[in-house]
């Protein structure tokens, strides 16, 4: 049995019926042990610039199946404050991106990590999101955001984490090359899961010593990850499956 089982979904975009939702939810109670469900980003329906006003129905479905955490792609993301709100206010779990920063002093609608504790183990999230509006770009005078570097970001994190969490999870809407060039050069994260380039890894993909996972978009898979800490090891014991919703 595994120690911990980590679900996750990515570019649904609002492709979540209630027979897969409700296919995500019975798999996950049929876990022995402790489990977390993460979905990495353009969950919703809208467009980069245009946004519902009344929010996203598939975030309160996500609510319903009991996420723990997403990580915002380009959909969620609008470069106004009231937009920016209105898409993702209507998630009842953490929203995570830790490469986004206000021009002003207005508070961010998003977190840049969360943990998660159990058994004694200590758990690590934190997000990252493709970069779409940066201070070399012109819209960053129209813009209330602005993004900062990927790697710039997750080194700086990673160098704060003292003592070492048991297990650092990215929540990456960067693509699959941006997540495996994060891979090769900070070798301190232990599993990615990643978007943005709907990309679906059967068993997931190993560069060095993390473990890359995605599944696919549209709901077509639930990914899991099982995992297994080692008692003398530091590095846990990491498999990757997709599994047909």
């Known amino acids: 049995m595994a120690d911990l089982t980590i679900l996750h979904t990515n570019d649904l975009h609002n492709h979540l019926t209630d027979v897969q939702a409700a296919k995500i939810k019975q798999h996950r109670a049929s876990i022995p042990g402790f489990s977390l469900l993460f979905d990495a980003g353009d969950a919703i329906s809208a467009g980069n610039i245009t946004y519902h006003r009344d929010g996203e129905p598939i975030l309160q479905r996500l609510n319903d199946v009991g996420y723990d955490a997403m990580v915002i792609g380009n959909r969620e993301f609008h470069f106004t404050t009231n937009g920016f709100v209105a898409k993702i206010k209507d998630a009842h779990f953490p929203v995570l991106c830790a490469n986004l920063k206000p021009t002003q002093s207005q508070p961010l609608p998003v977190k ?113 990850v099982s995992c297994r800490f080692n008692p003398t090891n530091r590095q846990p014991q990491l498999n990757a499956r997709l599994l047909p919703l």
Do not use: C, N
């Open 112 to 224: 840049p990590s969360i943990r998660f504790s159990f058994d004694g183990r200590d758990v690590f999230v934190f997000g990252l999101t493709v970069p779409m509006i940066t201070v070399r770009m012109a819209s960053r005078h129209f813009s209330s955001y602005l993004f900062e570097d990927p790697e710039s970001t997750a080194s700086r994190i990673l160098e704060t984490l003292d003592p070492r969490p048991d297990l650092v999870i990215l929540l990456s809407h960067l693509g699959s090359a941006r997540d495996r060039d994060l891979a090769r050069k900070l070798p301190g994260i232990d599993l990615i899961i990643g978007g943005h380039t709907h990309t679906a890894l059967p068993e997931g993909e190993w560069v060095d010593r993390t473990l890359i996972v995605q599944a696919g978009w549209y709901a077509k898979w639930l990914g899991e």
